[in-house]
């Protein structure tokens, strides 16, 4: 593939301009289409459980993904009886 995956740039980037002043960039917002065309992005990591939502007719794995913009956020509000807003997410790499 000659393009870069958009996927793979960062989402924002924090540029400190003075000491305790950071202004956030929205990195992904500079990548505008040409004319008459869109710019489609498709989160890989939900894309088998919106599968598996679908085939097995689950209806409570459907409202989630529905109802939120991050079903692993939602999915984890909802094992560990908090809001959504106090989930916090760790990634681990290896």
């Known amino acids: 593939m000659a393009e870069p995956n958009v996927q793979t740039i960062p989402r924002d980037y924090i540029v400190e301009l003075e000491k305790e002043k950071n202004v956030e960039v929205r990195v992904r917002d500079i990548f505008v289409p040409k004319t008459n ?3 489609v992005s498709a989160d890989y ?3 088998e459980l919106r599968l598996l939502a679908h085939l097995s007719g689950d209806e409570q794995l ?9 079903i692993f ?4 509000s909802s094992i560990f009886c908090v809001q959504e807003n106090e989930v916090i997410m760790v990634v681990i790499l290896f």
């Open 73 to 76: 956020i939602s999915i984890a």
């Open 37 to 39: 065309q869109i710019l």
């Open 45 to 47: 990591c939900q894309i």
């Open 62 to 70: 459907r409202k989630r993904i529905l109802g939120s913009p991050d």
